[in-house]
DNA sequence: CTGAAAGCGCTAACAC
DNA sequence: GTGTTAGCGCTTTCAG
């Protein structure tokens, strides 16, 4: 900026003014300055302005993974969460600072805004610390997360009504007549739970009562669908249905059950959790429970700032909607 | 800072120097202002760090994307990649600023740079603006790109080696008997124009000539597999064989081919590209050319650092490797 | 319409 | 071992 000013024979307060089109500083000048920015590839120092200005239009988006199994950032909901994330905040002028952590430290997550980089924090996943996201709630971090929504909470959530999704998703291998559904999926995590929770309340409809050995509480791990379908197997259960927390996980679990020969959907039918794109191309195409990812993720950026003005955001449960396919 | 140097009753400077660990500072005062910082939940200010020490620690990840289609973030394959960039960054201490530019306007990407944000620039893609990324390196923008390497490239490209996993993926396909194989993919960017060379070089070595009637220049559309279909049928062409660029690609083309009772591979062979995750999960699994994606994210890490250095790093062109499943 | 000066939060000589 | 001071790049009163 010290260049320009003295390239252009005028001070760096006129500088300033003219490259935030102050309509104080004359016309001719300011086209000068302005052009004179242009050649020399000059822009802001973003840096220096937030420091000034006590601003900033940086949000952390930040995704929990489970470092003990050194699960990589793999799985497609997530990802193209992040993606319709990056559309809703550059949409808003906002700037994206991604980063990742232990799912056992999600309080981690604050550092960004702590650190003055971020004016608040997007959580994509809660992890299995709630009380860990209370605190930080409670020290007046602004951030929000995309999960369930927990009894006693102090922060915001913006997510899916996941009982209802894993209840249509059960009532829909009911409705095929399927009495055997087993269930794939850590109900560690809220968000599994609630689905766990629409399974069971699926199945009491119709005069069922859960059957533990049906559950299998598979992890987020590259092998878990290989791993949950052997884990039944091992057991010796019978089922004639799946429904798996993930489409990832389905997508695993029916390569899985067909290597052992069955069928889909006529031995097993299976449905899935978050339609993500390849579940309508994967075959047999994936009856799956969609989330509303734009949504969410302008819902998430909603609620952010209104956080971050100082002013509290009601958590946010979005419809789910069964989509049907050939798998169920 | 100053709040926490009257608590303590030292200087601002103490504070600094018992913050960043200086051997300076007494040891009884710098667990006293350590105690203090931590109780407070402070953490120092990174952008008046940065500031101050003429550094910066971030590094921009960007990624190119078709406006003209407002194209989803939604290739497996990038957000894999930049899944192994954060990992590769996080690694070396870096944060990560994603920010996602119009394909026909790469330069934006060296925005995060020019206004002091980032270090440097990593994009994730190509383009096919080859001269811009040009102009972006003559200016002095140190980035690196996840790309062909063209003649004539003044910029540094990490990639895969291309032609050759052209020629592995068709001979693939030839020395299963296959004659009519199509090839879907855009060959106005770089890295689908060597995937295409391969293709050529593989027939030729066979005595064969490409047809230009089985090339589909499909783009990385969402409907562009069942497009493509469509096409060579319109086009009444006959194939045996095809090589999509993508596997993304191959995999709609695959439910696309399904739906008109074509069997994968009998009818037709699929040899795809990437070797995302799904590929293995999918029905049949995808033959396909893997591309080092964690390798390959340290290489374009690596690059980037000795570039931000001032010295000159030289393009990177790592291996491909044909996976053989069942689809070819 | 423009410039001088102060200060955002931090660090590093330099002094003691 | 600690404090004083200046300054990173920027904006904005306050004076002209």
Redesign the interface.
Known sequence: MADIARLAGVSTSTVSRALSHSPLVNQETRDRILDLARSL????????Q??RLQQ?R?VA?VIPIEQATRQ???D?FF??M???L??AL?AQGF??????VDADEVDAA???F????AIGVILIGQGRHHDQLNKMAA?GVPFVVWGAQLPQQLYTTVGGDNVTGGRLATERLLAQGRRRIAFFGDTSLPEVEQRYRGYVEALAAHGLSPDPQLHVASSFL?ES?GQAVAELARRGVAYDALFASSD?LA??S??AM?EQGKDIPADVAVVGYDDI??S????P?LTTVAQPRDVAARALVDALLVLVDGRSAPSVQLPTELIVRASA
């Open positions: 590839n000059y822009t802001i120092n973003i840096g220096a937030n420091l900033n940086t988006v990589q950032l793999s497609p990802l193209s992040l993606g319709s990056a559309d550059s700037d994206i600072l991604v980063s990742r604050a550092a960004p702590d650190g003055g980089r020290r590259p669908g990832l997508m695993k029916i390569h067909r794109e390849l309508s191309y994967f075959h195409p």
